[in-house]
């Protein structure tokens, strides 16, 4: 199976979410062979997006960018699992760079999410990256590494969770596009984890897919800003359906 997946982050009204969706429902149809799309809306146009895709049996899956890992209780501000999925979401991203960065997210919350989101039978998309001050000084493979074994230990059905390696020095606007060599020894060594699949995301462009897709480890691909407007998205859809048909 190849991925491809969006977050659109703090961006979209549901009126925008839903058009979006719409033009992904027509072109993706009764779904893509050996390709599972994905799109993460905000909260707020979660259950839109949903409705916009056909309902929770659409081939795009729908999902959340954060939930807490209780199922309930005194969150202010925050979302369950089972909130998410009441709303369709069957994908909850977790552990992004930026909720690490500025909300306080660590080791133990993505644990403690991951395990949560398991155990109402969504799929734990888990974000892993290091620093570019991490991969200059040479520990960039281990922190990754470091980061991915904390969200999996002590889990019975690892084999369930999907990994998103995106270099913090690779994402955002102000991100630079890898060279291959500098991402093709972690996503060898996160390839080896016993789990669902491994997907990069870092300056992924309609340019630069194709390659991305074709580096040993790669299950598929988690796109930024370059997959905000539909028609982009619909094109690097094209871009994961070739690819998979090649290595069928």
């Known amino acids: 199976m190849r991925w491809l997946g969006t977050s659109f982050k703090m961006t979209k009204t549901r009126a925008e979410a839903a058009a979006y969706a719409a033009r992904l429902r027509e072109a993706v149809g009764d779904g893509l062979e050996g390709v599972c799309p994905f799109v993460i809306p905000s909260a707020t146009a979660i259950a839109t997006v949903t409705d916009a895709l056909g309902g929770r049996d659409s081939p795009v899956l729908v999902g959340a960018q954060n939930t807490h890992w209780a199922d309930e209780g005194a969150w202010t501000g925050e979302i369950s699992v089972p909130q998410a999925a009441d709303a369709g979401a ?14 306080g997210e660590s080791d133990a919350t993505v644990r403690l999410k991951t395990r949560a989101v398991l155990r109402h039978g969504l799929a734990p998309l888990v974000c892993v990256g290091e620093s570019e001050e991490t991969r200059a000084a040479g520990g960039g493979t281990d922190a990754v590494l470091a980061q991915a074994a904390a969200a999996l230990d002590g889990l019975q059905n690892p084999t369930d969770v999907l990994i998103a390696y995106e270099p913090v020095w690779a994402i955002g606007e102000h991100g630079r596009a890898p060279r291959p060599e500098e991402i093709a020894p972690v996503l060898a060594e ?22 991305l897709l074709r580096l040993p480890g790669v299950d598929g691909l988690f796109v930024g800003r370059a997959a ?8 690097l859809l094209a871009t994961v359906a070739r690819h998979a048909r090649a290595v069928a």
């Open 90 to 103: 069957r994908i909850i991203e977790i552990g992004h760079s930026e909720r690490r960065a500025h909300f």
């Open 228 to 235: 905000w407007d539909a028609e982009a998205y619909v094109r």
């Open 190 to 211: 996160l390839s080896d984890l016993p789990v669902k699949g491994v997907l990069y995301g870092g300056s992924v462009s309609e340019g630069n897919a194709a390659e």
